[in-house]
């Protein structure tokens, strides 16, 4: 159902997809959020490389803490998304932000007083993604009530918007958080701009948001009917394929960018926020642009056409030591990536039933946030064994291929996948 709506003295088309997914009040508390809430996310992500690197110097420990902070989403997801769709999305959300941001301060802490060590990073990351995986599922499935289905594309190209915006701000923040301060600032901002995050989720109205009866068989026969409604759907199957075949062998780069910065390039925790920066560039372009779009016409063959180009772009950065084309390439490479992610998280939602949407994106989750995990330790394993270049050119070749053999399997489908199914 949308929300109510303002027009604030400006026409919402003027904005395209934009203007008519702010057009819904409660949406406009979730982005403003989503956008503290992302900054506070990217720059973790640099602070939590940064501290590994300076504590192990290793490509596979590099490998080992990302595996460690988004494996535990691959298991969890599913399990995540069946007690949002039984208990509430909104209320799911709350709770599941709110532990999440005692954890990230707990490794703020220790990491500020200097009592962080490898294996207390291990168990906290692991604890940190156990949470994620409960709270993601459950926020993402709030979208749909929020602006209603013919703004989802919309409403997904905004939220990707403020996603790519704060992955060239928040590492440039936590460059200099990390400077001044040590790693441990940038992680502390991330529980600050978390807990604005559930504030916000409580501004949200939870009137008309679904929720199932609480007496309707086990949660694990909840989560098995979300994963019987998935491979009863041709469809959903190939997304999904999709997105698991760029998050293994493509999108890991951001996991071992730390030792491309200092090894390849010889440089430190400024010249990691450079190619941080010049991959959140590109992707923030390409995010606007599907965001102002927003629409699902056409969206598969976008789809389609920028995830080669991913594969193309991150192969090009993987072979050069000329810092200057390695940004460009970087830069296209993640503009490419976020298009296909748009694309098939905008057409899964489109697809999936409301039912059932929790359990389907928990299990997009699962794989959005659980297959790089797997590619992250794949990649930092080869890398202490081949090098950082060879191994993701290695990646990035065996992807092109993958992607180019599902490629006219996928076309057949479009008129499905883009239809509206009048849910």
């Given at each position: 159902m949308?929300?109510?709506?303002?027009?604030?003295?400006?026409?919402?088309?003027?904005?395209?997809?934009?203007?008519?997914?702010?057009a819904?009040?409660?949406?406009?508390?979730?982005?403003a959020g989503?956008?503290?809430?992302?900054?506070?996310?990217?720059?973790?992500?640099?602070?939590?490389?940064?501290?590994?690197?300076?504590?192990?110097?290793?490509?596979?420990w590099?490998?080992?803490?990302?595996?460690?902070?988004m494996i535990p989403?691959?298991?969890?997801?599913?399990?995540?998304?069946?007690?949002?769709?039984r208990?509430?999305?909104?209320?799911?959300?709350?709770i599941?932000?709110?532990?999440?941001s005692?954890?990230?301060?707990?490794?703020?802490l220790?990491?500020?007083?200097?009592?962080?060590?490898?294996?207390l990073?291990?168990?906290?990351?692991?604890?940190?993604g156990?949470?994620?995986?409960?709270?993601?599922?459950?926020?993402?499935?709030?979208?749909?009530?929020?602006?209603?289905?013919?703004?989802?594309?919309?409403a997904?190209?905004?939220?990707?918007?403020?996603?790519?915006?704060?992955?060239?701000?928040?590492p440039?923040?936590?460059?200099?958080?990390?400077?001044?301060?040590?790693?441990?600032a940038?992680?502390?901002?991330?529980?600050?701009?978390?807990?604005?995050?559930?504030?916000?989720?409580?501004m949200i109205?939870?009137?008309?948001?679904?929720t199932?009866?609480?007496?309707?068989?086990?949660i694990?026969?909840?989560?098995k009917a979300?994963?019987r409604?998935?491979?009863?759907?041709?469809?959903?199957?190939?997304?999904?394929l999709?997105?698991?075949?760029?998050?293994?062998?493509?999108?890991?780069?951001?996991?071992?960018?730390?030792?491309?910065a200092a090894?390849?390039?010889g440089?430190?925790e400024?010249?990691?926020a450079?190619?941080?920066?010049s991959?959140g560039?590109?992707?923030?372009?390409?995010?606007i642009?599907?965001?102002?779009?927003g629409?699902?016409?056409?969206?598969?063959?976008?789809?389609?056409?920028?995830?080669?180009?991913?594969?193309?772009?991150?192969?090009?950065?993987?072979?050069?030591?000329?810092?200057?084309?390695?940004?460009v390439?970087?830069a296209?490479g993640?503009?490419?990536?976020?298009?296909?992610?748009?694309?098939?998280?905008?057409?899964?939602q489109?697809?999936?039933e409301?039912?059932?949407?929790?359990?389907?994106?928990s299990?997009?989750?699962?794989?959005g946030?659980?297959?790089?995990?797997?590619?992250?330790?794949?990649?930092?394993?080869l890398?202490?064994l081949?090098?950082?270049?060879?191994?993701?050119?290695?990646t990035?070749?065996?992807?092109?291929?993958?992607v180019?053999?599902?490629?006219?399997?996928?076309?057949?489908?479009?008129?499905?996948?883009e239809?509206d199914?009048?849910?």
């Amino acid at each position: 159902m949308a929300r109510r709506t303002h027009n604030f003295g400006f026409r919402s088309e003027m904005l395209g997809g934009l203007g008519r997914a702010l057009a819904s009040r409660d949406y406009r508390f979730y982005a403003a959020g989503h956008f503290a809430h992302v900054h506070g996310w990217w720059a973790n992500r640099l602070g939590v490389g940064w501290l590994t690197w300076q504590l192990t110097e290793s490509g596979a420990w590099l490998g080992i803490i990302a595996f460690a902070g988004m494996i535990p989403v691959m298991i969890v997801s599913p399990i995540g998304g069946a007690l949002a769709d039984r208990y509430g999305h909104r209320q799911s959300a709350i709770i599941a932000g709110a532990a999440g941001s005692v954890v990230t301060f707990t490794i703020a802490l220790l990491a500020l007083t200097g009592h962080i060590t490898i294996p207390l990073l291990l168990i906290l990351s692991i604890l940190q993604g156990t949470i994620f995986g409960l709270d993601f599922p459950a926020r993402q499935s709030l979208i749909p009530q929020l602006v209603g289905r013919a703004n989802i594309s919309a409403a997904i190209g905004v939220n990707s918007t403020s996603f790519q915006f704060g992955s060239f701000v928040g590492p440039i923040i936590a460059a200099f958080l990390s400077g001044v301060w040590g790693p441990g600032a940038p992680i502390l901002l991330f529980g600050i701009t978390t807990v604005w995050m559930v504030l916000m989720v409580m501004m949200i109205s939870g009137k008309s948001l679904s929720t199932r009866s609480r007496n309707e068989g086990s949660i694990l026969g909840d989560v098995k009917a979300g994963f019987r409604y998935l491979l009863a759907h041709p469809a959903l199957r190939l997304l999904f394929l999709l997105s698991f075949t760029i998050g293994v062998l493509i999108r890991p780069f951001v996991e071992i960018l730390p030792g491309f910065a200092a090894s390849v390039f010889g440089g430190d925790e400024e010249t990691l926020a450079l190619l941080f920066a010049s991959s959140g560039i590109g992707a923030f372009i390409s995010a606007i642009t599907l965001a102002y779009r927003g629409r699902t016409q056409g969206l598969t063959r976008i789809m389609l056409f920028s995830a080669v180009s991913a594969c193309i772009g991150i192969g090009l950065f993987s072979i050069t030591n000329f810092l200057p084309f390695a940004l460009v390439a970087l830069a296209l490479g993640s503009m490419m990536m976020l298009a296909a992610a748009v694309g098939w998280q905008s057409l899964i939602q489109n697809i999936v039933e409301p039912a059932v949407r929790g359990r389907i994106i928990s299990i997009n989750a699962a794989i959005g946030v659980g297959a790089p995990a797997l590619g992250a330790l794949l990649m930092g394993s080869l890398a202490d064994l081949i090098g950082f270049q060879a191994a993701l050119a290695t990646t990035a070749i065996i992807a092109l291929i993958l992607v180019a053999a599902v490629w006219s399997t996928i076309r057949r489908l479009t008129g499905e996948m883009e239809a509206d199914p009048g849910y």
